[in-house]
């Protein structure tokens, strides 16, 4: 089937200070981007569905890289998940996907799901089984005993470098796109602090490495700048939250040219923690981190350390009168970064995070017709990304205009 998206301008979300094309037209077939340029340039219609965009902006579907579909934090929600069944998580992690889609979260990169949830999930949508958004994944997280994540996460406790490498070797085995560590303490444990170095040297590397070997790239969870320049040393390719980045670490980060996934929202949701009923050592803790993390990203951003957006909190759920990612989107705005760069955070940078680039995260021909439509400019301001009401997968539309 061949589609022809009209009466829009395209953000193509392919370099920095790239120009919109306004009074644009997009060209579908099946599932990918065939042609895009100015309407007026596109001919003979004949055989082809128009679709009137209304004078919307159309870019690329948002790629969240910190996500956990079957998410539970600390408190009310932990207590509930712990009486759930493998189906019952399914189909939670179901719905949170769903959300995800609807809006316009088209692709997602899942670090740390229990019992193959993220690989279920995965199958079920490239097979069109059931819809939902892209899906890469880690599958469980390697954590020391004791570990961050190390209660109602199905994380695995690994330890000696033996160990980590199997356990990787362990998701590896089932599918996984990534490695997914945890190097440090977090927000979410009550009995450690986010400082905390929690994996050695030699069991980092070993985990890195078996990803490395496998052609995949591996990330971890981790707060203080010691144990980052370690795991960066050890071979990470990407580091998560990033906490207490200082200049050595992020000169390293440069030097090395690893990804930071700055999840924001994690220490600034006060308001989001409180209606889950998360318990208040948690709240205190992440809302201490609060500063520390913002002066962290703002160093990495300055910097130019290479950014992809994520949340750590489920993409499509209510948070501060909007949803998560774009909460975090605005956040990342509202820190420093220019509303143009956090689109190519959302899209063009998780794509090449992923070694996806060729396929994913542009409007451009040969692309995956992953888009979405806004009534206003995201470009312009990020608090548009709010104006989101439409939504196309693949090709295929799931959000229509509402
Ligand atoms: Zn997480």
């Given at each position: 089937m061949t589609t022809l998206l009209t009466n829009c301008h395209v953000i193509p979300c392919i370099t920095e200070g790239e120009a919109i094309i306004h009074d644009a037209a997009v060209l579908i077939e099946g599932k990918r981007i065939k042609a895009v340029g100015k309407a007026a340039d596109f001919g003979d219609s004949e055989g082809v569905q128009i679709r009137d965009l209304g004078g919307r902006y159309v870019m690329p579907g948002l790629m969240n890289m910190h996500v956990h579909l079957g998410l539970s934090l600390p408190g009310a929600t932990q207590a509930a998940a712990a009486k759930e069944t493998e189906m019952d998580l399914f189909a939670r992690a179901l719905k949170n996907a769903h959300d995800a889609l609807h809006a316009g979260v088209t692709f997602v990169r899942c670090v740390g799901e229990k019992n193959g949830l993220d690989f279920a999930l995965r199958r079920a949508f490239t097979s069109g089984l059931l819809q939902g958004p892209n899906i890469v994944c880690a599958g469980r997280a390697v954590i020391i005993t004791g570990g961050h994540g190390w209660q109602g996460y199905g994380s695995i406790e690994a330890d000696g470098a033996d160990e980590w490498r199997k356990a990787a070797r362990s998701q590896l085995k089932l599918g996984a796109?990534?490695?997914?560590?945890?190097?440090?303490?977090?927000?979410?444990?009550?009995?450690?602090?986010?400082?905390?170095?929690?994996?050695?040297?030699?069991?980092?590397?070993?985990?890195?490495?078996?990803?490395?070997?496998?052609?995949?790239?591996?990330?971890?969870?981790?707060?203080?700048?010691?144990?980052?320049?370690?795991?960066?040393?050890?071979?990470?390719?990407?580091?998560?939250?990033?906490?207490?980045?200082?200049?050595?670490?992020?000169?390293?980060?440069?030097?090395?040219?690893?990804?930071?996934?700055?999840?924001?929202?994690?220490?600034?949701?006060?308001?989001?923690?409180?209606?889950?009923?998360?318990?208040?050592?948690?709240?205190?803790?992440?809302?201490?981190?609060?500063?520390?993390?913002?002066?962290?990203?703002?160093?990495?951003?300055?910097?130019?350390?290479?950014?992809?957006?994520?949340?750590?909190?489920?993409?499509?759920?209510?948070?501060?009168?909007?949803?998560?990612?774009?909460?975090?989107?605005?956040?990342?705005?509202e820190l420093g970064m220019a509303p143009h760069q956090v689109l190519l955070s959302a899209t063009r940078n998780p794509a090449q995070l992923n070694q996806l680039a060729d396929q994913f995260g542009a409007v451009a021909a040969g692309y995956q017709a992953d888009l979405i439509a806004l009534t206003a400019n995201p470009a312009e301001n990020t608090r548009n990304i709010r104006s989101i009401d439409w939504v196309m997968k693949g090709g295929a539309v799931y959000r229509n205009l509402g």
């Open positions: 796109d990534l490695v997914k560590l945890m190097i440090t303490g977090g927000i979410a444990g009550e009995h450690e602090a986010i400082r905390d170095a929690q994996a050695t040297f030699d069991e980092m590397q070993a985990a890195c490495e078996a990803a490395h070997n496998a052609g995949k790239h591996a990330t971890a969870h981790a707060g203080s700048p010691k144990a980052i320049q370690d795991g960066i040393n050890a071979g990470l390719d990407c580091i998560e939250h990033g906490y207490f980045l200082d200049d050595a670490t992020v000169e390293l980060m440069i030097k090395k040219g690893t990804w930071l996934c700055p999840t924001l929202c994690v220490s600034r949701a006060e308001q989001y923690m409180r209606n889950l009923g998360v318990p208040q050592y948690m709240i205190n803790k992440s809302l201490r981190a609060g500063e520390d993390h913002a002066k962290a990203y703002q160093l990495g951003l300055n910097s130019g350390v290479k950014i992809a957006m994520g949340t750590d909190m489920l993409p499509g759920e209510p948070n501060e009168g909007t949803v998560a990612t774009y909460r975090e989107m605005e956040f990342m705005s």
